[in-house]
């Protein structure tokens, strides 16, 4: 069973930065991609970004520029950078996984807010 744990999130003002990070339980041997979702008040989830198992990267249009996402050496952690947030960026992120199953973490709250 793989369980995914995420941190980083908090309330910042905008154009500040968090980093959120999200770290596999047990050794992924490197394998699936790891996408990012967020979860704004009363709107659909919608994936901002993604890794795959080549370290390609993609990205939302409204992020492009501002997120970065990158994987750990190891392959078990994916972390978000995020720069110059925006009061749109404010909500649940959450981390998962796609390999052998489809893992989701708990989700952090990032609010960006003056």
């Known amino acids: 069973q793989v369980h995914l744990v995420e941190s980083g999130g908090g309330l910042v003002q905008p154009g500040g930065s968090l980093r959120l990070s999200c770290v596999a339980s047990t050794d992924l041997r490197g394998i699936g991609e790891w996408p990012w979702h967020r979860q704004a008040p009363e709107k659909q989830r919608e994936r901002v970004a993604l890794i795959d198992t080549d370290d390609t990267a993609t990205y939302i249009g409204s992020v492009k520029g501002r997120f970065t996402i990158s994987r750990a050496n190891n392959g078990n952690a994916v972390y978000l950078q995020m720069d110059n947030l925006k009061p749109d960026d404010t909500g649940v992120y959450y981390c998962?996984?796609?390999?052998?199953?489809?893992?989701w973490g708990q989700g952090t709250q990032v609010t960006v807010s003056s």
């Open positions: 998962n996984w796609i390999g052998a199953m489809h893992v």
